[in-house]
Nanobody
Framework: VQLVESGGGLVQAGGSLRLSCATS????????IAWFRQAPGKERQGVGC????????FYRDSVQGRFTISSDSAKSTVYLDMNNLNPEDTGVYYC???????????????????????WGQGTQVTVSA
């Protein structure tokens, strides 16, 4: 099983980035994929998650309307499009996969890291003021 994030970098406030999470080794269609981030000295927090080709989506309030998660099942890849970035968005961004049935009844549960089985190595996003 592999989850590989890419697309991080340094961007000015107000700018945009697209992160990718390329997955392999498990049945992509049976899993929910979540994005998490962790800033220095802070706890990891869920950013948002997707399942069933976008039928199920959930975002944390602070990124709602600025971030968009999408998926390409043919490539087993999930994307995080981040717009209007601000310095508070700085951190290491991780993608994680958990079996969809765990979240089926309460999809917001996907924002909890303990529910996910597989994790990527992370990609750094730095937003300068």
């Amino acid at each position: 099983v592999q989850l590989v994030e890419s697309g991080g970098g340094l961007v000015q406030a107000g700018g945009s980035l697209r992160l990718s999470c390329a997955t392999s080794g498990f049945a992509f269609e049976d899993y929910a994929i979540a994005w998490f981030r962790q800033a220095p000295g802070k706890e990891r927090q869920g950013v948002g998650c997707i399942a069933n080709g976008g039928v199920n989506l959930f975002y944390r309030d602070s990124v709602q309307g600025r971030f968009t998660i999408s998926s390409d099942s043919a490539k087993s890849t999930v994307y995080l499009d981040m717009n209007n970035l601000n310095p508070e968005d700085t951190g290491v961004y991780y993608c994680a996969a958990g079996e969809y049935y765990v979240f089926a009844s309460v999809f917001s549960r996907c924002m909890g890291g303990a529910w996910h089985d597989y994790w990527g190595q992370g990609t750094q996003v730095t937003v300068s003021a």
